[in-house]
């Protein structure tokens, strides 16, 4: 197993921890980790891409109902890497000034944590990208962090509809500065993806 991925598999085969979680930034703890956050719309299954990262069941909270989860969720893994669950976006019951509240949060929270490494957003590879999601690369394009797009439940396509979402995906995505050239297919059922996602993660931990 090259050196990399044996610190990959290390790494999220350790303990992983809730630590924090918190509706306002000032509550927010900072613990000198690099930190990886997760985005994307409501319901794209970024609890459960987390707990199958660490091959956990339930670390971070799932939930049916879109728009449930309201704050900034960190976990710890290892003492070397924090992960961010970030309140999802685009849930069409959402009022205005909660969406505009989530702008402003996610905003500062992209221009003040310092120990922000990477951005991963979350697109679910059955809808492809949709309106909400081109708004938040602008985001996060404005506040120069890279990020790069991972596709959710990548098992529920065929595989030619899955290609198809990927090139569309990938020629938008060219087209913004901070979004990274590699976009990871995952699925937090059959496993598809993970090792490569652990492995990009893993690289930015201390």
Not at 18 to 41: I, K, Q, S
Not at 91 to 98: G, N, T
Not at 105 to 119: D, E, G, K, Q, W
Not at 125 to 137: I, K, P
Request: charged share 20%; hydrophobic share 50%; glycine share 6%.
């Amino acid at each position: 197993m090259p050196a990399d991925a044996e610190f990959a598999h290390k790494l999220f085969s350790g303990p992983c921890e809730f630590v924090a979680g918190a509706v306002t930034l000032e509550a927010l703890p900072n613990f000198g980790l690099p930190e990886v956050a997760f985005v994307g719309r409501s319901n794209v299954g970024k609890s459960s891409l987390i707990n199958a990262l660490v091959n956990r069941k339930d670390l971070a909270r799932v939930s049916n109902t879109p728009g449930r989860t309201r704050q900034i969720n960190l976990f710890r893994l290892r003492d070397q890497l924090l992960l961010a669950d970030l309140p999802g976006y685009g849930f069409a019951r959402v009022s205005k000034a909660e969406t505009a509240a989530w702008n402003s949060l996610i905003a500062a929270y992209l221009h003040t944590r310092r120990n922000l490494r990477r951005v991963m957003l979350l697109l679910d590879a059955r809808r492809g990208m949709m309106d909400s999601d081109r708004q938040v690369m602008g985001l996060l394009d404005d506040a120069a962090i890279a990020y790069q797009v991972v596709l959710t439940k990548a098992d529920a396509p065929k595989p030619e509809e899955l290609t198809a979402v990927d090139r569309a995906v990938a020629k938008h995505s060219a087209q913004h500065p901070a979004a990274l050239a590699e976009i990871v297919a995952t699925s937090a059922e059959s496993k598809l993806g993970l090792p490569e996602l652990r492995l990009a993660l893993a690289q930015l931990a201390a």
